[in-house]
């Protein structure tokens, strides 16, 4: 297992290599001059000048890319264009925010559709079967930003039961964490119920019956743990699509997380800010990626490296 982890890890280190080098290539994939983008349209060709020579834009790209990774190996991110602090500063306030948003709602999706979804195949083709599903196909189209709007005009504003902005009490958390979490538990009730009839079918499964096993154990013992291997993938990708949704959530909710420091900076065009912050998003993908590979592992012990 260990050797599995160690090879793993030295797998993702081209990824992380691509990633920085296409975060890097952010500030210059934008259309028309950077330095003029983040001066303004206004600003004099001193003050535009002055802005390249700050962002290092006159250099070679072989000689931008290799400060831009010295850099980021001392932990520098660079520096901000409109506050002039350090990115990392403007970043660390808020990236336990984020990270502490995306991971309850993980948790509350993976709850929530993992028990949706075994009770679904369990009773399937049964008004609870239809009744599930089409609640999580409902909560899998909701858009997060209408589900946000929506659950503080009717919990905030209508019945006063919660706040309906802000983070730091459990109060304030519940709301943006069931927004965000909704469309995960849909995607991951629907994978669970399609795995879960695949498994209930086999062989294994009429032997354990057959041996007079209680069904709960049946169900849960020997079916879940290997219907899980396709809801873990899908894990995995709704970890990503999380982060990404911070950005929209954090944004309804008034949450000073990464998701509204970035929509700031880009309001600002304070490039340095929004590439640290995709940096950052695209590294803890990866870093769950490689959670899921050894997740895969744990499962089913077959999984060699390849």
């Keep these: 297992m260990l050797q599995f982890i160690v090879i ?26 950077p330095a003029q983008i983040m ?4 600003a004099p060709e001193a003050t535009v000048e002055a802005m390249r020579e700050r962002l290092g834009l006159n250099d070679p790209l072989h000689v931008q890319y290799g400060r831009y990774m010295s850099s980021l190996l001392q932990g520098d991110l660079g520096q901000s264009v409109r506050t002039s602090r350090p990115v990392m500063d403007e ?7 984020t990270i502490r948003l995306a991971i309850y709602s993980m948790i509350v999706s993976i709850i929530l559709g993992l028990v949706a979804g075994v ?22 189209s909701m858009p997060n930003f209408w589900l946000g709007l929506m659950l503080i005009k009717l919990v905030s504003i209508d019945l006063a039961l919660l706040p309906p902005s802000g983070w730091g009490t459990w109060q304030q958390g519940i709301l943006p ?22 498994v209930i ?40 699509m999380l982060l990404s949704g911070t950005v929209l959530v954090e944004t309804v909710f008034a949450v000073n997380g990464m998701g509204r420091l970035a929509i700031d900076a880009i309001r600002a065009r304070d490039f ?18 490689l959670l899921v590979d050894i997740s895969y592992r744990y499962l089913n012990k077959r999984i060699e490296l390849n």
């Design 8 to 33: 793993r890890f030295i797998q993702t280190i081209p990824v992380i290599l691509g990633v920085t080098l296409l975060v890097f290539s952010l500030i210059h994939l934008i259309p028309g001059d």
């Design 39 to 42: 001066a303004g349209e206004a």
């Design 91 to 97: 970043i660390q306030p808020r990236i336990m925010i």
């Design 119 to 140: 009770v679904s195949a369990v009773r399937r083709y049964g008004v609870l079967d239809a009744t599930l599903m089409l609640a999580a196909l409902f909560g899998f």
């Design 177 to 198: 964490i069931i927004t965000l979490g909704t469309g995960g538990a849909a995607i991951i009730a629907r994978m669970t119920r399609s795995s879960m009839l695949d």
């Design 201 to 240: 079918n086999q062989d294994y499964i009429r032997t354990a019956r057959a041996k007079g096993l209680k069904e709960r154990v049946v169900i849960y013992k020997h079916g879940l743990k290997n219907a899980l291997i396709p809801v873990v993938t899908v894990v995995g990708i709704e970890m990503g």
């Design 272 to 289: 340095p800010v929004v590439q640290g912050i995709v940096l950052i998003f695209a590294l803890i993908f990866v870093a769950v990626n």
